[in-house]
């Protein structure tokens, strides 16, 4: 089984940054794709960026140009850097991660921007 934990949630004003992280462990052989998705009360879980074992990326509309996923493939975690956050983006975010056709996710934690 593949363990995920997220850590660097928090409160914070609007226009400040969080930078979130996933660690995984367990059984890992080989990720594919990690990625941050969220969901806020009462919406569907949405994607916010993901990244793929080569590098390459994908973001949401809402957070291009703001946000920033990376990832360290030998020590299997994925970060996301937030900035010039808003409101709207309060919301929990959860780290999922692809390893042979199988996704994993993580608890989730939770971000919470004031106006």
């Known amino acids: 089984q593949v363990q995920l934990v997220e850590s660097g949630g928090g409160l914070v004003q609007a226009g400040g940054s969080l930078r979130l992280s996933c660690a995984a462990s367990g059984s890992i052989f080989s990720i594919n794709v990690m990625g941050w998705y969220r969901q806020a009360p009462g919406k569907q879980r949405e994607l916010v960026a993901t990244?793929?074992?080569?590098?390459?990326?994908n973001y949401a509309g809402s957070a291009k140009g703001r946000f920033i996923i990376s990832r360290d493939n030998p020590k299997n975690t994925a970060d996301l850097q937030m900035n010039s956050l808003k409101p709207e983006d309060t919301a929990v975010y959860y780290c999922?991660?692809?390893?042979?056709?199988?996704?994993?996710w993580g608890q989730g934690t939770q971000v919470t921007v004031s106006s």
């Open positions: 999922k991660v692809s390893q042979r056709s199988r996704d994993y």
């Open positions: 990244i793929t074992s080569g590098g390459g990326t």
